[in-house]
DNA sequence: GTGAAAGCGCTAACAG
DNA sequence: CTGTTAGCGCTTTCAC
């Protein structure tokens, strides 16, 4: 058994309040006696238990993560950020995964609320979860903030890039190199690809040239798959559409997808087709040739996320706030 | 602040005893009070605090993993095995990044034992912490189980993949095709690497072609950075020396950073040069052309270390194992 | 300055 | 079957 503060005071012949105290240094206490503790504490190698701390102290010094996938280029660079940040806290993190599945997404902040964490940050949640009452109810008790998330409530706070302006960009940059027939592809069950999906269909309309076919869904699409999925998916279609000259992908995954359908077809980009992609995952700038993309800047949204932690539980969960960033154009060769 | 058992027993006009065994279904309670408190919890939303239960029943439900990083896509698979595995389980993860610092890994352990966790998987652990005794005196009271690290100690667990025999089948292969003037690219701080560079010496000496300037250290590893290194450290080499005309990479992401400065070199591969990497993470089947490796099977690892650590919890750390799993070259295109 | 004692939310004897 | 009670490891009044 690991040894507790009550064999350390034993040992130094003190109070067990005497221990704590010189633990958390909030109250006076001799230096000889301290001294003397600190001592006996070095020599038991005694570590105090953070658990009953947080049980007496009515506090957790924990907080949860929920991300959908940890297998691939995008979460893990929003965790690394919300990481980073929580890092120089108290706090230490329970990452959950949800593999996608909206079920296991609400399993996993039930088991969260049961370990009693102080907050939660939930990294793309599940469409549907956001639109049933679910974390409504939730965000009443504990400290809830969404990254890219679809975010009606008024208790919690989030923090997305600026999707409908950066997939604008990317249109109306397609439009200028004289693009007009261009395919865009998208995944499921996530509100950024909702977002996208409407800019897009509002510009294309605009134009007049709107076509339902050029609209492709992949299926799940964060997934180091997503890849090949993208690559078989549309080989077909660039095959059999000649008049398509340019794909708007929806993150970056499925670019490098459609770059290598490209290669089996033979086709030369950006001279047959251009690609853009999304988010600038760092795997965008290895691949050849280096694919055209919408930077997210991953690192900041978690880095964001954590901050806007900390605030809604240091003020009680009573107010929130929502963080837009800005996104940039990063122009490379495809 | 949230309900409590006391709050549930009130409202159901019950014992707190008799709520906590409704709950845990340990001992017999009437049908028609385990009802009553059924509804009573239900209406209240009453999550028991599992931390109060772990205090409690003197023991944890916590288990801790430490991985030098997540931004890559070694890691994040071994991460996704192990947490596969603990989903069937009570147990949740603290997930921890040491951002390949050994002090940090140190703070994070301690950390990890002050919140009482269970167990630990170390994923890839400092070499010299291994070397120290800091990891034998830990273990002496907390399960610990190593992924792919060096392991002196009789009471820690670890799964590894057999890199020798890796290792020596990439040389051979290599052999077979007629390469002798071998590159071999490693990082650092690991013992990955030094195990491979044991082998090459050693099959590189028997064959009386050893050169110190073909064994290449670039410093960190692992994470996405390492590609623009390999290629940048690389291309002058390739460059210098045209007797080599093959590559061994520690692992894929060298393999990569080779192939990409292949591209710059203007060298066609395989013909020019073959190369050579290790791990078979999911981007070398992506990148083009599709790399050649060694797979390590991380999900397996993964896996593996988690019943380790099981094992190690239920049998009240008394005695460890070692899994050394198998792997198999994967002939591609390089 | 220091100790005794209460209590955080929960479980597990022990009685009845 | 069910209630009473002690106590997990810790912090924090309240006396002295």
């Given at each position: 058994m690991k040894v507790t503060i009550v064999e350390v005071a034993k040992a130094a012949n003190v109070s067990v309040a005497t221990v704590s105290r010189v633990i958390n240094g909030n109250y006076p206490v001799k230096e000889e006696t301290k001294q003397k503790v600190l001592k006996i504490i070095?020599?038991?190698?005694?570590?105090?238990?953070?658990?009953?701390?947080?049980?007496?102290?009515?506090?957790?010094?924990?907080?949860?993560?929920?991300?959908?996938?940890?297998?691939?280029?995008?979460?893990?660079?929003?965790?690394d950020g919300i990481e980073k940040y929580f890092d120089s806290t108290q706090y230490s993190l329970f990452l959950c995964t949800t593999n996608h599945d909206k079920d296991k997404e609400i399993a996993r902040i039930n088991e969260l609320i049961a370990r009693n964490v102080a907050g939660i940050i939930v990294i793309d949640p599940n469409l549907e979860n956001c639109k049933s009452k679910f974390y409504d109810n939730i965000s009443k008790s504990t400290p809830v903030v969404f990254v890219n998330g679809y975010n009606t409530s008024s208790n919690i706070s989030s923090v997305s890039n600026d999707e409908t302006s950066g997939a604008r960009m990317v249109i109306e940059y397609l439009f200028e190199n004289s693009h007009r027939d261009i395919l865009f592809i998208r995944g499921e069950k996530s509100y950024s690809y909702d977002v996208k999906e409407k800019v897009y269909r509002d510009v294309m309309s605009e134009i007049n040239n709107l076509h339902e076919e050029y609209i492709i869904n992949i299926g799940y699409g964060?997934?180091?798959?997503t890849v090949n999925k993208t690559t078989e998916e549309c080989v077909k279609i660039l095959d059999s559409n000649k008049k398509i000259s340019a794909v708007f992908a929806c993150n970056d995954l499925m670019g490098i997808g459609i770059i290598n359908a490209c290669k089996k077809l033979n086709k030369k980009i950006p001279e047959d087709l251009s690609v853009i992609g999304y988010d600038n995952i760092e795997l965008s700038e290895i691949v050849e040739p280096h694919l055209t993309t919408v930077d997210q800047n991953m690192f900041l949204l978690g880095e964001n996320a954590a901050t806007l932690l900390i605030e809604k539980i240091e003020n009680g969960n009573k107010y929130s706030k929502k963080?837009?960033?800005n996104n940039e154009l990063i122009i490379r060769n495809t």
């Amino acid at each position: 058994m690991k040894v507790t503060i009550v064999e350390v005071a034993k040992a130094a012949n003190v109070s067990v309040a005497t221990v704590s105290r010189v633990i958390n240094g909030n109250y006076p206490v001799k230096e000889e006696t301290k001294q003397k503790v600190l001592k006996i504490i070095q020599e038991l190698e005694y570590t105090p238990n953070i658990q009953a701390r947080d049980l007496i102290k009515q506090q957790s010094s924990t907080v949860g993560v929920v991300v959908p996938s940890i297998n691939n280029m995008f979460f893990p660079s929003v965790v690394d950020g919300i990481e980073k940040y929580f890092d120089s806290t108290q706090y230490s993190l329970f990452l959950c995964t949800t593999n996608h599945d909206k079920d296991k997404e609400i399993a996993r902040i039930n088991e969260l609320i049961a370990r009693n964490v102080a907050g939660i940050i939930v990294i793309d949640p599940n469409l549907e979860n956001c639109k049933s009452k679910f974390y409504d109810n939730i965000s009443k008790s504990t400290p809830v903030v969404f990254v890219n998330g679809y975010n009606t409530s008024s208790n919690i706070s989030s923090v997305s890039n600026d999707e409908t302006s950066g997939a604008r960009m990317v249109i109306e940059y397609l439009f200028e190199n004289s693009h007009r027939d261009i395919l865009f592809i998208r995944g499921e069950k996530s509100y950024s690809y909702d977002v996208k999906e409407k800019v897009y269909r509002d510009v294309m309309s605009e134009i007049n040239n709107l076509h339902e076919e050029y609209i492709i869904n992949i299926g799940y699409g964060n997934s180091i798959e997503t890849v090949n999925k993208t690559t078989e998916e549309c080989v077909k279609i660039l095959d059999s559409n000649k008049k398509i000259s340019a794909v708007f992908a929806c993150n970056d995954l499925m670019g490098i997808g459609i770059i290598n359908a490209c290669k089996k077809l033979n086709k030369k980009i950006p001279e047959d087709l251009s690609v853009i992609g999304y988010d600038n995952i760092e795997l965008s700038e290895i691949v050849e040739p280096h694919l055209t993309t919408v930077d997210q800047n991953m690192f900041l949204l978690g880095e964001n996320a954590a901050t806007l932690l900390i605030e809604k539980i240091e003020n009680g969960n009573k107010y929130s706030k929502k963080i837009i960033l800005n996104n940039e154009l990063i122009i490379r060769n495809t």
